[in-house]
Structures are given as structure tokens and as C-alpha cells.
């Protein structure tokens, strides 16, 4: 469970009590703060507050980082303040750690992936097309210039030039008739000039394909509260993360685009 999808302290340890899906997690709660099972029920009631020390010892029983930590005291800190400045000092430093760890950046930052060299990123990003000729020559069936130019539906000359130029930026190596993956992966980091390029390339080759029946396309307009909006993000997240762990362990039979956009309107 992600301690950042939490506004409360308490909604996260009863959150964390029902995830876990055992038998005497209060008590284990209670032990690592230091308090008794009954006191730690009534905190997570809603009544009494644990203290900064409890608190503290929390921390380190669920293993947090140093960032973890640090916004889990400052949820115990919110709930405990009586004055309005120190409350509303304490909501700004909450909502400025929720803002810093729910990017992308981070979840991104969490892999192995790499960054083009700079000689090569305007070649790279200048069309979707180099972009999925790279990727498809991870699958074994698409590793050869006819069965690339048949998949993407590109003129075999097209196929040729884009091979040799990921031959050259070492994206790409040639076996005989066969064009190989490198076997990296590789992602712009978010201040890059590249990427509104890059995104407008995928957005544009996916209203060419939302025809299609057998995928899916999906865009909406809406309007929910700020708590919420930092829920859907960091729920989206972690789907992200998720999907990203799962895409690195499998196997590449076929190649996908995924496109992603949760903004204010």
C-alpha cells in the first residue's frame, strides 16, 4: 500500500490493517509503538492521536524510506495541530510530498530503462515510425525487413533506412537477415523537449487505430473534489508501475502502444 495515496495517518493504517489480510495486526501495530491493543483500537476508531514517538516507531516497524516516513510523521503532525497556521502549513507540506512522489518521472526513474544519447533523440522522436520499428525487433517474428514493413504497413525502403540508422545509435543489431533488439529499453526524461513530439506522434497513430474493435479507446471529461483527484492519480500510478513491472517479466510475441492522459481541464 502507498503511504502517498493517504490524506490520514489513521486511513493508512486501517488500510494497511485490511490489505494485509492477517490475524493480530493490531497487536503487532500496538507492540511496534509501543502502546496497548486496546489504546491502538481507539486511535484507529478515530479518537485519541498516537504520539510523535509512537508515531516515529511506526515508521520504522513498516519499513518506510526516508521520504515515507517523513510524510507519514507530518500526517500525524496535521492531525494532532490545533492551531490553523501550523494546520495549514503542515496541508501545504503534505500536499507538496504527495505532489513530488505521484509523478511519473519517479515510477519511470524506478526501472532500468535508459536515456538516448542527445546526438539522437531529434532523429529518434522526429516520427513514430523509427520508434516502432525499435521496438518490434524485440519479437522474433518481426525481425526481418518484409516482416516489418508487412506488420507496420511501411515501404521496405522506409524499413531499410530506419534499421540502419538504429544500427548505428546501437538500438538495433544485425544477425545475418535478422534485425535484433539491443535490449534496451529507453524513456525521455520529463523536461525534454522531446517529449510533446513524442507524445503527439503515439496520440495521432491512436486515433488512426480507435476504429478498431478489438482495442481500447477511452477519453472523458469530469469533475470530482481535489482529495480525489490525488487518489485517481496516484491509482493510475501505480497501474503504470504496475504494467511496467509486468511488460518487463513477459515475453514479446507482439508489439502495443500505451497511451496515458489524466490532466486538468
Known amino acids: 500500500m502507498n503511504v502517498f495515496e493517504s490524506t490520514s495517518y489513521k486511513n493508512f493504517l486501517n488500510g494497511y490493517i485490511k490489505t494485509t489480510e492477517r490475524r493480530g495486526v493490531i497487536s503487532e501495530l500496538a507492540r511496534a509503538a509501543g502502546c496497548t491493543h486496546s489504546y491502538m483500537s481507539q486511535v484507529l476508531s478515530g479518537k485519541p492521536d498516537l504520539t510523535p514517538d509512537q508515531a516515529w516507531a511506526l515508521t ?7 521520504e515515507e516516513a517523513d510524510y507519514f510523521f507530518t500526517m500525524l503532525l496535521f492531525d ?11 496541508e501545504t507540506k503534505l500536499k507538496a510530498i504527495r505532489s513530488s512522489q505521484l509523478q511519473t518521472a519517479r515510477i519511470i526513474d524506478k526501472t532500468s530503462d535508459h536515456q538516448l544519447q542527445l546526438e539522437f533523440r531529434d532523429k529518434y522522436y522526429s516520427q513514430w515510425s523509427i520508434g516502432a520499428v525499435h521496438t518490434m525487433t524485440a519479437c522474433e ?9 508487412k506488420r507496420l504497413a511501411i515501404p521496405t525502403i522506409d524499413i531499410e533506412e530506419n534499421l540502419k540508422w ?19 529499453n529507453i ?7 522531446h517529449n510533446r513530439i513524442n507524445h503527439l506522434n503515439w496520440r495521432l ?13 477511452y477519453t472523458s471529461t469530469f469533475t470530482i473534489s481535489k482529495e480525489d483527484w490525488d487518489m485517481l492519480r496516484a491509482s493510475l500510478l501505480k497501474f503504470i508501475d504496475n504494467q511496467r513491472k509486468k511488460i518487463q517479466s513477459s515475453g514479446s510475441e507482439e508489439g502495443y502502444a500505451f497511451c496515458c492522459d489524466l490532466f486538468k481541464i
Open 166 to 184: 538504429l544500427i548505428e545509435s546501437k538500438q538495433v543489431k544485425k544477425f545475418g537477415n535478422r534485425f535484433v533488439h539491443a535490449g534496451q
Open 187 to 193: 524513456h525521455l526524461p520529463t523536461e525534454s523537449i
Open 80 to 90: 494532532r495541530a490545533a492551531s490553523p497556521k501550523l494546520k495549514k502549513n503542515l
Open 141 to 149: 517474428d518481426f525481425q526481418t525487413i518484409e516482416s516489418l514493413s
Open 60 to 66: 520504522e516497524y513498516l519499513s518506510f524510506s526516508k
Open 205 to 217: 497513430r491512436s486515433v488512426e487505430s480507435s476504429a478498431k474493435d478489438n482495442e481500447v479507446h
